[in-house]
């Protein structure tokens, strides 16, 4: 059992617990830990993209400097790596990992304002997201073999976001054609159906206060999913997850007749492949509820 | 030892802040000066008079001359020296013009500096020594490495002036990727049918040695002097025997891909790239045939009419001399597989331009129809991608192939021809029309074909049903916009062949860092290299169109010619020297020489093998890095010794 | 139309030189090309396009590019910066034009004004990051 650091992020313990539980659970089964990180702090969600304001870069130096203290506590085979399974997360950090790693004179700024909380970031730490974890370290071999229940009858459309992929330094695969969500469905048993909107922008933080973008948005990708065969969506960003699955649910009152599409996080298919109790994935907390397709396609679990 | 010192004046142009006579003056003073001179202008008649006359009257033995940079006129003022039997490399020229009078305003201050500089040279005059240009012969042959267009026109233009010149190809046939356009802009000429009578020229002029299938491997030597070794691969079809009948493709039982139809079309194992190919023959190729050795099939023999086909053919290493080489290697398209957002070269209806070539051609794969690679169905809508990978230094090439705004035109304007009520639209960032009646051609696209053209780069592109999406945006009228599009031609721009690559590192020739080959000069010498004897044609140093790359082989070989129509080479006599004794075998100047010109030899000295560095001078261009990066001292280049040069520095530093 | 009458002087030099420093990006290397505009998945929504912004600055058009809605119907969702063939960080452009205005008038989303259900209902990474980029 290799045990990795993991830095939960914010909406991991509030909107999206069944990514998070599902995610530790099936972890376990791969035997690969995901130890939480004792005093983590928000990591800011997006990263700044100015050079000069150095308050938005204490929170995520803070993260760094928590998970490598961490690193530290856990064992000899823990590498070097802080995990994260939000994919704002992951980029942001991703981010500005590396920025402090070439850029000194913003690490002491940073380092100065953190001196009071007695942090100083030694940069020799990577961030990953736990889909490379799972491609690289376990394998969808490895994956494949722990199935217990095949996901037939699922035909799910990857649907990556725009974080996981942007930008060029923090993508965790291919920018223009990334394969991880399509190997790691296919190990789970379910058929893939190709989206040439992939990675189009669900909108992100305009639901706050322009909500009329996210429709559009995700008008496009559910109908380009559905149009194609999909019968259901899988994704790796609780904020993604949140716009496709709400605003569903209020075009379906706005629309009616086109039957929504579930969403489900990456880690709940999973749960449902290799075999964990059903309550983890929190289904409950889902707008556009999953369980009527499951039940149809024999996958609601029922063996635990 | 008798020094004569002439001061110019230049007009105003160095007497305007130095005082010329002052200076002529104070140098009567140096030693070993014979005689100090002012005249208006040194280089003119009357003042190269004015030196002869001296070196005769008073017979001097070394001359000094305080004028502009001896860029200017130092062949001028060494051959007034011979003219009048003196060794021309005892002549010093100290520039008072562009290191003086034009950088400094105060008369006195230029005076001082200018009687430092002269009394500098005059001190270094005293210790410099007659130097000798040694000479060596010249193989009167040619070597032209690669068969496109560039190859073809340099091989004829130096066998119509009378040299024997060897034509290597890689492929089968010559004529490179000209071979393979269906017209060429702006005059929509038939490329096939403007190329292939210099083709048949090549085969059949006498003076022409064609190797096709054939590569360079090695070559050692110098100019003039250069050796190479040839690797001939087997075609397994006797040339002077085959008769073009084709029964043998009837039978053979392997189907691969066509690479002269960029894989659109079939070919057998046995095959000819195309129906004018040169040299004229058919050939087998050895990794799609079932077996050559063990010999499998051979069911082509069994029905060759004139027993041209043999399985036996060896390769062959032909080893020769040459006094020039050309490089005329040519270039590849960039691959539209590179370029994620259209589809990484996934989406079938997607191709690129020289693809597109081969569907215009009716030589074809479709017949000169053009039909969607998906479905074979005639496309209504095409949509040209200019600037695919090129412009582009994030992810692909960062400069601009010139060719490819009209060649997209050219498309766009042949589509619109052969399918009449399709549409035809090109998404550009600028339309770069720079050659001969170029705008003309894009005008008539435009007015007379009625070719769409919207200003703006396609962010994406991907496949929607049987169509394809383009995303894109017309930046003029501030709109992004989307379309269905049934084809989608990528223009993508030239980057080196590998042909390019090997022979620039088998020749030691320096490469830029677009992977091209560099000049000598990027403005006065276009096809030189730095190294003597070896030129370039074509493509092979950056993206050229058809009369650039022709004009372009011509001025090749006639640079080339230049060494083939002499005996005898003369050696600029300020080559590097090696000192043996005092050489100890480092190594450091070989690094140093930018020209490879210096090698290390073993050498038996007191029962003791060492390595000695040795000098070809005739590679050698007198740049001094060897000397300079000599701990021992055991190299000095002639004509700026240690000696004269501290003797030099310790002169401007006296009073 | 009327002619817009352009000027070349301090207040334009100024401003570009504030967004060249606040986004870490060289605003003359833009050529215009506007694949940044045809990628973005929200330019319906824009009144300006995003090349077109990018050309303001480039003239220094400081009050044109102030009162356009393009910077703030950006999601940042970095499409165009990552398919920019100049290389230019396109969405750090548009991050800059926000923290212009921002360090002016705080807030362009005011908290106050979103009624309380639609805050309960709304995850806290959507309204973290709206308040991270529309207010300073």
């Known amino acids: 059992m290799v045990r990795y650091s993991y830095f939960p992020g914010c909406n991991l313990k509030t909107n999206a617990k069944g990514f998070e539980e599902t995610a530790i659970a099936v972890s376990k089964k791969l035997s690969a830990e995901l130890v939480e990180i004792p005093n983590w702090n928000c990591c800011g969600t997006v990263h700044t993209l100015s050079t000069d304001n150095m308050m938005r870069r204490i929170a995520p130096v803070r993260v760094l400097s928590r998970s490598r203290k961490h690193i530290d506590t856990l064992d000899e085979e823990t590498p070097n790596e802080v995990v994260t399974l939000c994919s704002m997360c992951n980029s942001t950090l991703k981010i500005v990992n590396d920025e402090v790693k070439h850029d000194h004179d913003k690490l002491e700024k940073v380092n100065y304002q953190l001196e009071e909380d007695d942090e100083i970031y030694k940069e020799d730490m990577e961030v990953k997201h736990f889909l490379e974890i799972l491609r690289d370290k376990i394998g969808f071999e490895n994956i494949a073999k722990n199935v217990v229940n095949p996901l037939k009858g699922l035909k799910i459309s990857p649907y990556y976001g725009c974080m996981l992929l942007h930008p060029d330094k923090a993508a965790i695969d291919d920018v223009e054609m990334p394969s991880v969500l399509e190997y790691l469905v296919e190990s789970l048993g379910a058929e893939v159906v190709d989206s040439p909107f992939f990675k189009l922008c669900c909108g992100s933080y305009q639901i706050v206060d322009e909500d009329r973008i996210v429709d559009s948005q995700v008008t496009k990708i559910v109908e380009a999913a559905r149009k194609r065969g999909a019968n259901a969506l899988v994704v790796a960003c609780p904020l993604c997850a949140y716009n496709i699955d709400h605003q569903q649910k209020i075009l379906k009152e706005k629309v009616p007749g086109k039957l929504p599409l579930p969403v489900f996080y990456f880690t709940q298919l999973m749960a449902l492949a290799l075999g964990v109790p059903l309550k983890l994935n929190h289904f409950e907390d889902h707008h556009i509820n999953p369980k009527p397709l499951l039940k149809e396609l024999g996958l609601s679990g029922g063996k635990k | ?655 | 139309m009327s002619f817009e009458y352009i000027k070349f002087g301090k207040e334009e030099k100024d401003f570009i030189e504030k967004i060249e420093e606040i986004s870490g990006q060289n605003v003359y290397s833009c050529y215009q090309c506007g694949k940044c505009s045809a990628g973005c998945a929200f330019s319906s929504y824009m009144d300006k396009t995003v090349n077109q912004l990018i050309h303001l600055i480039q003239v220094g058009q400081k009050e044109r590019v102030l009162a356009a809605n393009t910077h703030w119907v950006c999601a940042s969702c970095l499409t165009c910066s990552v398919r920019c063939p100049r290389e230019i960080d396109v969405a750090a452009l548009m991050e800059a034009v926000r923290e212009y205005q921002l360090r002016e008038e705080p807030e362009k989303v005011k908290i106050s004004n979103i009624p309380k259900e639609v805050l309960d209902k709304l995850p806290n990474i959507a309204l973290v990051s709206n308040f991270r980029k529309k207010t300073e």
Not at chain 2, 5 to 13: A, F, M, P, Q, T
Not at chain 2, 239 to 260: F, M
Not at chain 2, 309 to 328: L, T
Not at chain 2, 611 to 624: D, H, I, R, S, T
């Open chain 2, 1 to 655: 030892m008798k020094i004569g010192v002439y001061i110019c004046e230049c007009g105003s142009n160095i007497a305007g802040t130095v005082d010329v006579e002052e200076i002529a003056e104070r140098a009567k003073e140096f030693p070993n000066v014979e005689v100090s001179r002012v005249y208006k202008y040194m280089c003119s008649d009357p003042g190269q008079e004015l030196i002869k006359k001296d070196i005769e009257e008073k017979e001097l033995d070394r001359v000094v001359v305080a004028a502009c940079s001896p860029r200017m006129h130092e062949p001028t003022f060494r051959a007034v020296l011979e003219d009048k039997g003196l060794n021309p490399y005892v002549l010093e020229i100290v520039n008072i013009r562009e290191q003086v009078s034009w950088v400094h305003e105060d008369m006195k201050e230029g005076t001082e500096k200018a009687t430092s500089l002269l009394k500098g040279a005059v001190v270094r005059s005293s210790l410099m020594q007659p130097l000798e240009r040694k000479k060596v012969g010249v193989n009167h042959k040619a070597l032209v490495i690669g068969g496109g267009i560039a190859g073809i026109q340099a091989a004829l233009d130096l066998a119509d002036m009378g040299f024997k010149t060897t034509l290597v190809e890689k492929t089968s046939s010559i004529g490179g990727k000209m071979a393979q356009l269906d017209k060429t802009f702006p005059t929509l000429d038939c490329s096939q049918c403007i190329l292939s009578p210099k083709m048949v020229d090549v085969s059949r002029h006498p003076n022409i040695e064609l190797l096709a299938l054939s590569e360079v491997i090695e070559v050692d030597g110098y100019v003039g002097n250069f050796k190479a070794k040839i690797k001939k691969s087997p075609r397994y079809v006797i040339e002077e025997k085959c008769t073009l009948c084709d029964d043998c493709v009837d039978v053979c039982p392997v189907i691969t891909h066509d690479e002269y139809n960029q894989g659109f079309a079939p070919r057998k194992a046995i095959y000819i790239s195309y129906p004018q190919a040169i040299p004229a023959s058919y050939l087998i190729d050895p990794d799609a045939c079932l077996g050559i050795d063990p010999l499998i099939c051979a069911k082509c023999r069994d029905v060759c009419g004139p027993e041209a086909i043999d399985f036996d053919m060896q390769p062959e290493i032909i080893e020769e001399e040459y006094g020039s080489i050309i490089i005329a290697t040519g270039y590849e398209t960039y691959p539209i597989e590179n370029i994620g957002e259209y589809g990484y070269g996934t989406i079938p209806d997607v191709i690129s331009g020289l693809d597109f070539e081969r569907l215009l051609s009716s030589g074809g794969p479709t017949g000169g129809k053009i039909l969607r690679p998906s479905d074979g169905t005639i496309p209504k809508t095409v949509v040209f991608v200019h600037c695919a990978g090129s412009r582009d230094p994030s992810k692909h090439l960062p400069y601009c192939s010139k060719i490819c705004c009209m060649y997209s035109t050219k498309h766009a304007l042949m589509y619109k021809h052969l399918v009449h009520d399709g549409t035809a639209i090109n998404f550009y960032i600028d339309i770069r029309t720079a050659g001969k009646d170029y705008e003309e051609f894009y005008q008539r696209a435009a007015e007379e074909d009625h070719v769409v053209y919207i200003r703006g780069k396609v962010s994406e592109l991907f496949q929607d049903g049987d169509r394809i999406l383009i995303k894109g945006v017309d930046t003029l009228s501030g709109e992004t916009v989307e379309l269905h599009a049934d084809l989608v031609v990528l223009a993508t721009g030239m980057i080196p062949s590998e042909g390019t690559k090997k022979m620039a590192n088998l020749l030691n020739v320096s490469i830029g860092i677009n992977g091209f080959i560099r000049e000598a000069h990027p403005k006065l010498k276009p096809v030189d290299t730095a190294i003597s004897g070896v030129f370039v044609a074509g493509t092979v140093t950056g993206p050229k169109d058809i009369p650039e790359t022709v004009s372009n082989a011509s001025g090749a070989a006639s640079r080339a010619a230049g060494i083939l129509a002499q005996d005898e080479l003369e050696i600029e006599g300020t080559v590097a020297k090696v000192e043996e004794s005092l050489c100890r075998g480092c190594g450091l100047c070989a690094e140093a020489c930018p020209y490879n010109a210096i090698e290390l030899k073993a050498v038996n000295r007191y029962g003791h093998t060492l390595q000695v560095a040795f000098v070809n001078e005739a590679l050698c261009k007198g740049c001094g890095s060897c000397a300079a990066a000599c701990l021992n001292g055991a190299i000095n280049q002639l004509g700026y010794t240690d000696s004269q040069i501290l003797a030099l520095i310790s002169a401007l530093g006296e009073e």
